[in-house]
T-cell receptor, first 115, second 110 residues
Framework: NAGVMQNPRHLVRRRGQEARLRCSPM?????VYWYRQLPEEGLKFMVY????????ESGMPKERFSAEFPKEGPSILRIQQVVRGDSAAYFC?????????????FGPGTRLLVL | KNQVEQSPQSLIILEGKNCTLQ??????????LRWYKQDTGRGPVSLTI?????NTKSNGRYTATLDADTKQSSLHITASQLSDSASYIC?????????FGGGTRLMVKP
């Protein structure tokens, strides 16, 4: 059973370009979470999705950021018109169901660098 | 002010020694408290998870304690190994919302 997969592992973009980050949850997991980790800081929650639904996007900036988790395929975190401040590690986690005791399994992260 | 504060920020110990990492939180009420280990360049990996009614949870050489009255948790690492070098992150959850501490960077030297 492969773990949470994220790609690309590293992404370089120039200011104004778009960044698309992909996350394939563990097999059998239908809940996906995205987190951002700025250099030297802790992880910060961005968005929580279930298949085809956004459950909680309270941590995601209203502008330029969007997320989806289609019925088929990976979850996508999309950042439009990137700025230097978007440079960070973006982690995806998945869990099999909703619940306080559910462990979230993290992927290896995508490191975004905006030049 | 961060709702989950960890100390120390960084720690260097010799291989074989024990160490204790601290976590103070203000998130209340909360569902459970977790400790994660994050190796450099990797995603966090769960070590322990405790509900608010549990006092201690062990996972091999890792033992986590929780005092819900003082809102403090600690992670004790016994007989440290070089592979323990990583960041250790305290995470308090309220439903599906996780609040992460800034982590303690542990370096174990031979």
């Amino acid at each position: 059973n492969a773990g949470v997969m994220q790609n690309p592992r590293h992404l370089v973009r120039r200011r104004g370009q778009e960044a698309r980050l992909r996350c394939s949850p563990m097999k059998g997991h239908s809940h996906v979470y995205w987190y951002r980790q700025l250099p030297e800081e802790g992880l910060k929650f961005m968005v929580y999705l279930q298949k085809e639904n956004i459950i909680d996007e309270s941590g995601m900036p209203k502008e330029r950021f969007s997320a989806e988790f289609p019925k088929e395929g990976p979850s996508i975190l999309r950042i439009q018109q990137v700025v230097r401040g978007d440079s960070a590690a973006y982690f995806c986690a998945s869990s099999p169901r909703r619940g306080d005791q559910e462990t979230q399994y993290f992927g290896p992260g995508t490191r975004l660098l905006v030049l | 002010k961060n709702q989950v504060e960890q100390s120390p920020q960084s720690l260097i110990i010799l291989e074989g020694k024990n160490c204790t990492l601290q976590c103070n939180y203000t998130v209340s009420p909360f569902s459970n408290l977790r400790w994660y280990k994050q190796d450099t360049g990797r995603g966090p990996v769960s070590l322990t998870i405790m509900t608010f009614s549990e006092n201690t949870k062990s996972n091999g050489r890792y033992t986590a304690t929780l005092d819900a009255d003082t809102k403090q948790s600690s992670l004790h690492i016994t007989a440290s190994q070089l592979s323990d070098s990583a960041s250790y992150i305290c995470v308090v959850s309220k439903g599906n919302m996780l609040t992460f501490g800034g982590g303690t960077r542990l370096m174990v030297k031979p």
